[in-house]
Structures are given as C-alpha cells and as structure tokens.
C-alpha cells in the first residue's frame, strides 16, 4: 500500500463549504479595501499648494545678473 502524505490528507479532508466562505470573505475584503481607497482618490484637494511660501501682498522682482 502507497503511504498518503499529511498534505495529501489535509487537502482531500478539506471542508468545501469552508472553501467557499473564505472565498467569498476574501474577496469581500478586497473589494472593501478598494472601495475605501477610491473613496480618499476621489476626494477634492483642499491644501494650496500652488501658494505656499508666498503671502498675497508680496510682489517678486526676479533680476537678472549681468
């Protein structure tokens, strides 16, 4: 008689309905973690970034070095 391997034995008593209800949490999972990310994508940037280090009032010369 061939002697079954223990992964052999694992993977042929394994639950099949417990197969699926990973199958279905994982995917669960992924589709929630790609949804909280496209949420924060769409989101409108709020930071001023095209103002920073410049006040309002302030006028810069740019001179040209001869």
């Known amino acids: 008689m061939k002697k079954k391997s223990t992964y052999r034995l694992l993977v042929q008593s394994e639950e099949k309905s417990r197969n699926i209800l990973e199958i ?39 001179q040209i070095a001869s």
């Open 24 to 62: 279905a949490l994982y995917a669960l999972f992924a589709v929630s973690a790609l949804a909280s990310i496209w949420q924060f994508a769409e989101q409108p940037n709020a930071l001023p970034l095209d103002k920073v280090g410049t006040a309002p009032e302030e006028q810069v010369e740019v």
